[in-house]
């Protein structure tokens, strides 16, 4: 990759690069170290763990250290970026965890990726960073610490203003996409650990979410939605043990204990009972399946 400028130090490297030549693979790698691209112009596309992006002009993107990610150049127009990698050592103690928070609170693959970086001005802090290039030893390693600070501080409230903005309706649509998924997959067995991998979500801030969206937790909604399901197919014949079977339930007695807590009686009892009944059942007992948590996956 060309340079048109760079700069290298035992804390700190920068450039600022514009290739003009398609490369055939991305150029894959991982080191210790923070880094920050920004995508000035071009044609590429950067692989990190497995998420593949494909960058529009002035956005921004976020790398953490160790983690395996690379760039593809995908034509022979230019394309033209700024990047820095740094040890955090160069960051004041006291400052440090605030400064590298957008990296450490990004919680799926959205929060490491930012459009409209020139909105926020970014670009100019990459450019006072070259600037440091002519400067004396110990007038740049001091103006270098400054300046990656400046830099890191305007990410962090590009990031807050972003998360603001859009902070109500991103929750909102992963919510929505795992609702989705969990009716597609009712009843069979599905994981935290599962959804938070699919989902790019940590476990805590998936249940965090869910819970402001639906008011209650992911096993508590999929414990109703299989009693929901085993009480449908005991309607249409099917007898309550197989019902339990077909709609999740593991054991049968995980299946009685639900069923009961919501809905006030055994399964085996009055199922075409009128709807009102039950409602209110169900109401009073939304939330005594703690117990029954234990036994079901989720």
Same mark, same amino acid.
């Given at each position: 990759?060309?340079?048109?400028?760079?700069?290298?130090? /035992?804390?700190?490297?920068? =450039?600022?690069?514009?290739?003009?030549?398609?490369?055939?693979?991305? +150029? #894959?790698?991982?080191? !210790? @170290?923070?880094?920050?691209?920004?995508?000035?112009?071009?044609?590429?596309?950067?692989?990190?763990?497995?998420?593949?992006?494909?960058?529009?002009?002035?956005?921004?993107?976020?790398?953490?250290?160790?983690?395996?990610?690379?760039?593809?150049?995908?034509?022979?127009?230019?394309? /033209?970026?700024?990047?820095? =990698?740094?040890?955090?050592?160069?960051?004041?103690?006291?400052?440090? +965890? #605030?400064?590298?928070? !957008? @990296?450490?609170?990004?919680?799926?693959?959205?929060?490491?990726?930012?459009?409209?970086?020139?909105?926020?001005?970014?670009?100019?802090?990459?450019?006072?960073?070259?600037?440091?290039?002519?400067?004396?030893?110990?007038?740049?390693?001091?103006?270098?610490?400054?300046?990656?600070?400046?830099?890191?501080?305007?990410?962090?409230?590009?990031?807050?203003?972003?998360?603001?903005?859009?902070?109500?309706?991103?929750?909102?649509?992963?919510?929505?996409?795992?609702?989705?998924?969990?009716?597609?997959?009712?009843?069979?067995?599905?994981?935290?650990?599962?959804?938070?991998?699919?989902?790019?979500?940590?476990?805590?801030?998936?249940?965090?979410?869910?819970?402001?969206?639906?008011?209650?937790?992911?096993?508590?909604?999929?414990?109703?939605?299989?009693?929901?399901?085993?009480?449908?197919?005991?309607?249409?014949?099917?007898?309550?043990?197989?019902?339990?079977?077909?709609?999740?339930?593991?054991?049968?007695?995980?299946?009685?204990?639900?069923?009961?807590?919501?809905?006030?009686?055994?399964?085996?009892?009055?199922?075409?009972?009128?709807?009102?009944?039950?409602?209110?059942?169900?109401?009073?007992?939304?939330?005594?399946?703690?117990?029954?948590?234990?036994?079901?996956?989720?």
């Amino acid at each position: 990759m060309g340079n048109i400028s760079q700069l290298h130090t /035992e804390s700190v490297y920068f =450039h600022h690069g514009l290739d003009c030549r398609r490369t055939d693979a991305y +150029a #894959l790698h991982c080191h !210790p @170290f923070y880094e920050l691209f920004y995508f000035v112009e071009g044609e590429a596309s950067y692989l990190v763990e497995g998420v593949d992006y494909v960058p529009q002009p002035h956005s921004l993107l976020l790398i953490s250290p160790n983690v395996f990610h690379g760039v593809k150049v995908e034509s022979d127009r230019p394309y /033209e970026r700024f990047a820095v =990698h740094f040890d955090p050592a160069i960051l004041p103690a006291e400052e440090r +965890a #605030l400064l590298l928070s !957008p @990296f450490h609170d990004a919680d799926g693959p959205d929060d490491i990726y930012f459009t409209d970086a020139d909105r926020f001005g970014m670009r100019d802090y990459f450019e006072q960073l070259m600037s440091c290039t002519g400067m004396s030893d110990d007038i740049r390693d001091l103006s270098l610490r400054i300046r990656l600070a400046a830099l890191l501080s305007q990410l962090l409230h590009m990031r807050r203003t972003v998360h603001r903005a859009e902070g109500e309706e991103r929750p909102r649509q992963t919510v929505e996409r795992i609702i989705g998924y969990l009716n597609a997959h009712i009843a069979e067995d599905v994981s935290l650990d599962e959804l938070s991998a699919r989902f790019f979500v940590s476990k805590h801030h998936l249940n965090k979410i869910f819970r402001k969206a639906t008011g209650t937790t992911v096993g508590n909604y999929v414990i109703h939605k299989r009693v929901a399901l085993a009480r449908q197919l005991m309607m249409q014949g099917e007898t309550a043990s197989a019902a339990s079977l077909n709609a999740g339930f593991g054991h049968y007695s995980s299946f009685f204990r639900a069923y009961r807590n919501i809905f006030g009686h055994a399964p085996t009892e009055r199922v075409s009972m009128q709807m009102g009944g039950d409602e209110q059942a169900a109401g009073s007992a939304s939330g005594d399946l703690a117990g029954d948590m234990a036994n079901t996956r989720i």
